[in-house]
């Protein structure tokens, strides 16, 4: 079974686990002091580094973050709340993001969906949000624009940037993964 993300009210997955390590704060001094003027700008550098560690950004990186900058709690959530990049659970270890916006919808990125979506055995309603299997190993969710209209559909598998990818390529995407 799937387990879809931002379901109802259930929407953060709790505080990460992992440790703190000397060289993570090293890591964000760095950050905070490439903004000498005002260290309130290290905020997306430090989530960005937040999530690259942990795989997503709980409770426990918002205070972290918050604190490290003298924010508000709700000041750094609403820009983790905001931006479609930061996750509030943990995905998949492979993550499929597949453009839904109208060049590739019209390119066949629904089917592009579908097939990504039966090969890794998902199930529920991707219009609630990430869609991720229940040995963590795969999840799916839909993206608007990733910038690349004219190589419709396109789909992001974690980092990596493919273009054209219809039924088949999908196949030979997840079996990359396996
Ligand atoms: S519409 Fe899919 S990359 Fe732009």
Same mark, same amino acid.
């Given at each position: ?6 379901? &109802? ?10 440790? /703190? ?16 003027? =005002? ?6 550098? #430090?989530?960005?580094? $937040?999530?690259?560690?942990?795989? @997503? /950004? &709980?409770?426990?990186?918002?205070? $972290? /973050?918050?604190?490290?900058? =003298?924010?508000?709690? /709700?000041?750094?959530?609403? #820009?983790?709340?905001?931006?479609? $990049?930061?996750?509030?659970?943990? @995905? ?26 039966? #090969? ?9 949000? %990430? ?14 624009? #990733? %910038? ?21 390529? %999908? ?8």
């Amino acid at each position: 079974m799937s387990v879809p993300l931002h379901a &109802g009210t259930d929407h953060c997955a709790g505080p990460e686990r992992g440790e /703190i390590t000397p060289a993570l704060e090293r890591q964000a001094e760095e950050l905070v002091a490439r903004y000498p003027v =005002s260290k309130r700008s290290a905020v997306l550098p #430090l989530l960005h580094l $937040w999530q690259e560690t942990f795989g @997503y /950004i &709980g409770p426990r990186g918002v205070e $972290w /973050i918050a604190q490290k900058l =003298s924010l508000q709690e /709700i000041q750094v959530l609403e #820009l983790v709340t905001f931006y479609p $990049w930061f996750r509030q659970r943990p @995905y998949g270890k492979f993550h499929f993001r597949v453009c839904r916006t109208l060049p590739c919808a019209l390119g066949g990125s629904g089917k592009t969906f579908a097939a990504l979506k039966n #090969l890794l055995q998902l199930k529920g309603d991707a219009q609630e949000g %990430a869609l991720v299997s229940e040995d963590g190993f795969f999840s799916l969710e839909y993206s608007e624009c #990733l %910038a690349s209209c004219g190589t419709a559909p396109v789909v992001l598998c974690n980092d990596d940037f493919h273009e054209k990818v219809d039924e088949k390529r %999908a196949a030979e995407l997840v079996s990359a993964c396996r």
